[in-house]
C-alpha cells in the first residue's frame, strides 16, 4: 500500500487555474461522480444529525449503552494505536536494516489484513483465539477480542508509513553520531526517532480511523455483546435496523467527526515533512 | 540500497531482539490464524469446497460479489486515473481540497458509508430514492447500491498509486509529443498511459481485492436477501452464524486466496520494478 504526500503547495509563478474546455469539463463529471457518490451521502449523514436536534443527538450518544459502546470503541482504538506506533516501528526497522531468510515473506504477510476482507479477518482470528484455540485462549465474545480484531486491522498502516522513511534515512548521520561518542540508544533517540516521528504520527493517524470504524472483523469475533464487546458502528447498524435514521446519523456523526480530526492532522503532518524536505 | 545499510552495520544483540518480535508478532497475529483457516477449509479433504459450489444460493453470491467488485474497479479505474491527471496536471482552485476529501472514504466506517448510501438513495425516505425508483432506479437492497458501497470504500486505492507515478514521470515527454503535433488524446494513450501503466495494474489489483471483500458498507445496503442480493461476503457471515463452519472457511478461503494472490502479484511486480530501476 504505497502512500502519497501529495505535493499541491501552488508555486507563486503558477496560474489559478489552467484548465482547458476539455480538462474543464473532465473536472465537472469527475465532481459530480464524486458528489453523487461520496459528499452529498456523507453531507446527508450532517444533515439527518441536524434534523434530529442536538437535544436528540446528545441522548443519543448519551444512552448507557451507546456511551458504553463508544468508550470501548475509542479507548480500543487509542490503545492499538499506541501500540502499532511501536510495534510498527520495530517491524518497520526489522524490514528495512536488518536481512534474514524469509523476509520477503514478512514483507507479504503484513500487506495480508489489508487485502483480506474483514469477515474473513474475523474467522481467521477465531480459528487461533476462539473457543477451539490451539494456544487455549478464549477470547471471543469479550472485550479483548476488539482490541485484538483492532491490531489486526492497522497492522499494516503504521508498518508501511515508516518502512519508506527509514529507507530514505541518511546513514552518514547515525555513523557520525555514532563516530563522536553516543550510544546506539542516543543514535535512535536523538538521530533516528525525530525524521520518522511524523511519519509514525501518520501512521498512527489511520490506525487511529481505521480501528473507530471497524465493525467486520468484530461480527464473529466479539459477539456484539453489550456492556461488554459491543463497538459503535455495531449501535449505528442497530439503530437503522430499527428505522431510527436520526439515532444512526448521530452516532456516524461523531465518528465522522473524529475521522475529519485525524485526516487533518495527518495533512498538517505531511506537509510539515514536505516543507522540511 | 537497502543491502548497504545492513552490512555497514555489525549485528548486536538487540537486532535478534527486534528480529525475534517482528517474527513472532506477525506469526501469531497474521501468519498462524490465516495458515488455521486454511487447514481448516480442507478438514474434509475437497468436501466443504464441493459443497459451497453445489448451492446456488451460494453461487449466486459468489458471481454477485465478484460482478460488484469488477464494475467498481472499472469505474474506479477510470474515475481515478483522470482524477490523478486533473490534480497532477493542472492547477485549479479547491485542489488542495479536494485531493485530501479524496482519501476520505478510506478513514470512514463501512457502517457509516452504508448509512449515507441508504439516507440519499433509500427507496421510502431517501433524497434522491423514491425520484430514482419512481423512474424505475431502485438502488438500496438491489445491486446498483451493492456496487456504489463497493466504488465508494475503495475509490482513493487508484488515485493513490497513479498520481505519485505521474508527479515522477514529469511533462517532458508529453511536451514533446504535442509539441510534434499528437492530439491530447494521443498524447495520453500513447505517453502518459503507458508510462503510469503499472501504478494503475497496482491499482486495480488493490481495488478488485478490497471490493471482492466489501463487508460492512454492503450489508447495510443490500438487504441480504438469499440468491438476490447476499454477496459471499454476507454469505460467510451468515453461515458461520448457522452452525455450517465448514462452508464458512470454504467460501473464506476462495476471497482470502483472491486478496493473497492479489497482494502477492502487486508486491512481486513491485520488487521486480525496483530492482530494474535501481
Given at each position: 500500500m504505497?502512500?502519497?504526500?501529495?505535493d499541491?503547495?501552488?508555486?507563486p509563478?503558477?496560474?489559478?487555474s489552467?484548465?482547458?474546455v476539455?480538462?474543464?469539463?473532465?473536472?465537472?463529471?469527475t465532481l459530480l461522480w464524486?458528489?453523487?457518490l461520496v459528499?452529498?451521502?456523507?453531507?446527508?449523514?450532517i444533515v439527518?444529525?441536524t434534523?434530529g436536534?442536538w437535544?436528540n443527538?446528545w441522548r443519543?450518544v448519551t444512552?448507557?449503552?451507546?456511551?458504553?459502546?463508544?468508550?470501548l470503541t475509542v479507548?480500543a482504538?487509542l490503545v492499538?494505536?499506541?501500540?502499532?506506533?511501536?510495534?510498527g516501528t520495530?517491524i518497520?526497522w526489522?524490514?528495512?536494516?536488518?536481512?534474514?531468510?524469509?523476509?520477503?515473506?514478512l514483507e507479504l504477510?503484513?500487506?495480508i489484513p489489508?487485502?483480506l476482507?474483514?469477515i474473513?479477518a474475523?474467522?481467521v482470528l477465531?480459528s487461533?483465539?476462539g473457543?477451539?484455540?490451539?494456544?487455549?485462549?478464549?477470547?471471543a465474545?469479550?472485550?479483548a477480542?476488539?482490541?485484538?480484531?483492532?491490531l489486526?486491522v492497522?497492522l499494516?498502516f503504521?508498518?508501511r508509513?515508516?518502512?519508506?522513511?527509514l529507507?530514505e534515512l541518511d546513514?552518514?548521520?547515525?555513523?557520525?553520531?555514532a563516530?563522536?561518542?553516543?550510544s546506539?540508544?542516543?543514535t535512535?533517540?536523538?538521530?533516528?526517532l525525530?525524521?520518522?516521528?511524523p511519519a509514525?504520527a501518520?501512521?498512527?493517524?489511520?490506525s487511529?480511523?481505521?480501528?473507530?470504524?471497524?465493525?467486520g472483523?468484530l461480527?464473529?469475533?466479539s459477539?456484539?455483546l453489550?456492556?461488554?464487546?459491543?463497538?459503535a458502528s455495531?449501535?449505528i447498524l442497530?439503530?437503522?435496523e430499527?428505522d431510527?435514521?436520526?439515532?444512526?446519523?448521530?452516532?456516524?456523526t461523531?465518528l465522522?467527526?473524529?475521522?475529519?480530526?485525524?485526516i487533518v492532522v495527518l495533512?498538517?503532518v505531511q506537509?510539515k515533512?514536505?516543507?522540511?524536505g | 540500497?537497502?543491502?548497504?545499510?545492513?552490512?555497514?552495520?555489525s549485528?548486536?544483540?538487540?537486532?535478534?531482539?527486534?528480529?525475534?518480535?517482528?517474527?513472532?508478532?506477525l506469526?501469531l497475529l497474521?501468519?498462524?490464524?490465516v495458515?488455521l483457516?486454511v487447514?481448516h477449509?480442507?478438514d474434509n479433504g475437497?468436501?466443504?469446497?464441493?459443497?459451497?459450489?453445489a448451492?446456488?444460493?451460494?453461487?449466486h453470491?459468489?458471481?454477485l460479489s465478484?460482478f460488484?467488485?469488477?464494475?467498481a474497479?472499472?469505474?474506479?479505474?477510470?474515475?481515478?486515473?483522470g482524477v490523478?491527471?486533473?490534480?497532477v496536471?493542472s492547477e485549479?482552485?479547491?485542489?488542495?481540497l479536494?485531493?485530501?476529501?479524496l482519501d476520505?472514504p478510506?478513514s470512514?466506517?463501512p457502517i457509516?458509508?452504508?448509512?449515507?448510501?441508504v439516507?440519499?438513495?433509500?427507496?421510502?425516505?431517501?433524497w434522491?430514492?423514491?425520484?430514482?425508483e419512481?423512474?424505475?432506479?431502485?438502488?438500496i437492497f438491489?445491486t446498483?447500491?451493492?456496487?456504489?458501497a463497493t466504488?465508494?470504500?475503495s475509490?482513493?486505492?487508484?488515485?493513490?498509486?497513479v498520481v505519485?507515478?505521474?508527479?515522477?514521470?514529469?511533462i517532458?515527454?508529453?511536451q514533446?509529443?504535442?509539441?510534434l503535433?499528437?492530439?491530447t488524446?494521443q498524447?495520453?494513450?500513447?505517453i502518459?498511459?503507458p508510462?503510469?501503466?503499472w501504478?494503475?495494474v497496482?491499482?486495480?489489483?488493490l481495488t478488485?481485492?478490497?471490493?471482492?471483500?466489501?463487508f460492512?458498507a454492503v450489508?447495510v445496503v443490500s438487504g441480504n436477501?438469499?440468491g438476490e442480493t447476499?454477496?459471499a461476503?454476507?454469505?460467510?457471515?451468515?453461515k458461520y452464524?448457522n452452525?455450517?463452519?465448514?462452508e464458512?472457511?470454504?467460501i473464506?478461503?476462495?476471497l482470502?486466496?483472491?486478496s493473497?494472490?492479489?497482494?502477492?502479484?502487486?508486491s512481486?511486480?513491485?520488487?521486480?520494478?525496483?530492482r530494474?530501476?535501481?
Amino acid at each position: 500500500m504505497a502512500t502519497v504526500a501529495p505535493d499541491l503547495r501552488r508555486s507563486p509563478t503558477r496560474p489559478l487555474s489552467t484548465l482547458g474546455v476539455r480538462s474543464g469539463i473532465g473536472l465537472g463529471i469527475t465532481l459530480l461522480w464524486f458528489s453523487l457518490l461520496v459528499l452529498i451521502p456523507l453531507s446527508a449523514i450532517i444533515v439527518t444529525t441536524t434534523e434530529g436536534g442536538w437535544a436528540n443527538f446528545w441522548r443519543t450518544v448519551t444512552t448507557d449503552q451507546t456511551a458504553h459502546a463508544i468508550r470501548l470503541t475509542v479507548t480500543a482504538a487509542l490503545v492499538v494505536t499506541l501500540i502499532n506506533a511501536v510495534a510498527g516501528t520495530v517491524i518497520a526497522w526489522v524490514l528495512v536494516r536488518d536481512r534474514f531468510p524469509g523476509k520477503a515473506l514478512l514483507e507479504l504477510i503484513i500487506d495480508i489484513p489489508f487485502a483480506l476482507p474483514t469477515i474473513v479477518a474475523g474467522l481467521v482470528l477465531l480459528s487461533l483465539y476462539g473457543n477451539d484455540s490451539p494456544l487455549g485462549l478464549h477470547l471471543a465474545n469479550s472485550s479483548a477480542s476488539v482490541y485484538l480484531a483492532f491490531l489486526f486491522v492497522t497492522l499494516p498502516f503504521a508498518v508501511r508509513m515508516v518502512q519508506p522513511v527509514l529507507e530514505e534515512l541518511d546513514l552518514d548521520v547515525e555513523e557520525a553520531a555514532a563516530s563522536l561518542g553516543a550510544s546506539r540508544y542516543v543514535t535512535f533517540r536523538r538521530v533516528i526517532l525525530p525524521s520518522l516521528a511524523p511519519a509514525i504520527a501518520a501512521g498512527a493517524a489511520l490506525s487511529f480511523a481505521r480501528a473507530i470504524g471497524e465493525y467486520g472483523s468484530l461480527v464473529l469475533l466479539s459477539g456484539n455483546l453489550p456492556f461488554k464487546s459491543e463497538v459503535a458502528s455495531v449501535r449505528i447498524l442497530s439503530a437503522i435496523e430499527n428505522d431510527n435514521p436520526a439515532g444512526a446519523a448521530s452516532i456516524a456523526t461523531l465518528l465522522l467527526l473524529v475521522s475529519l480530526t485525524v485526516i487533518v492532522v495527518l495533512d498538517i503532518v505531511q506537509r510539515k515533512v514536505a516543507s522540511r524536505g | 540500497m537497502a543491502e548497504s545499510h545492513v552490512t555497514r552495520h555489525s549485528k548486536g544483540p538487540v537486532t535478534y531482539l527486534l528480529r525475534a518480535f517482528a517474527i513472532v508478532y506477525l506469526l501469531l497475529l497474521v501468519a498462524w490464524p490465516v495458515a488455521l483457516v486454511v487447514t481448516h477449509t480442507f478438514d474434509n479433504g475437497l468436501e466443504s469446497l464441493r459443497a459451497v459450489f453445489a448451492d446456488p444460493d451460494t453461487v449466486h453470491a459468489l458471481r454477485l460479489s465478484a460482478f460488484a467488485a469488477v464494475v467498481a474497479t472499472a469505474i474506479n479505474t477510470v474515475f481515478g486515473v483522470g482524477v490523478s491527471l486533473l490534480l497532477v496536471r493542472s492547477e485549479f482552485p479547491g485542489k488542495r481540497l479536494l485531493s485530501a476529501l479524496l482519501d476520505l472514504p478510506l478513514s470512514i466506517s463501512p457502517i457509516v458509508v452504508g448509512l449515507a448510501l441508504v439516507l440519499v438513495y433509500g427507496g421510502r425516505t431517501g433524497w434522491f430514492g423514491p425520484t430514482l425508483e419512481s423512474g424505475g432506479l431502485k438502488i438500496i437492497f438491489s445491486t446498483p447500491g451493492i456496487i456504489l458501497a463497493t466504488a465508494f470504500v475503495s475509490l482513493p486505492l487508484v488515485i493513490r498509486e497513479v498520481v505519485p507515478t505521474l508527479r515522477e514521470i514529469g511533462i517532458e515527454q508529453e511536451q514533446a509529443a504535442l509539441s510534434l503535433g499528437a492530439s491530447t488524446w494521443q498524447t495520453f494513450w500513447r505517453i502518459t498511459l503507458p508510462s503510469v501503466k503499472w501504478a494503475v495494474v497496482y491499482g486495480v489489483v488493490l481495488t478488485l481485492a478490497r471490493s471482492l471483500g466489501e463487508f460492512g458498507a454492503v450489508k447495510v445496503v443490500s438487504g441480504n436477501v438469499l440468491g438476490e442480493t447476499r454477496t459471499a461476503t454476507l454469505a460467510v457471515e451468515e453461515k458461520y452464524l448457522n452452525f455450517n463452519a465448514s462452508e464458512a472457511y470454504a467460501i473464506a478461503f476462495l476471497l482470502a486466496s483472491v486478496s493473497v494472490v492479489a497482494i502477492a502479484i502487486v508486491s512481486i511486480l513491485r520488487s521486480r520494478e525496483k530492482r530494474i530501476s535501481s
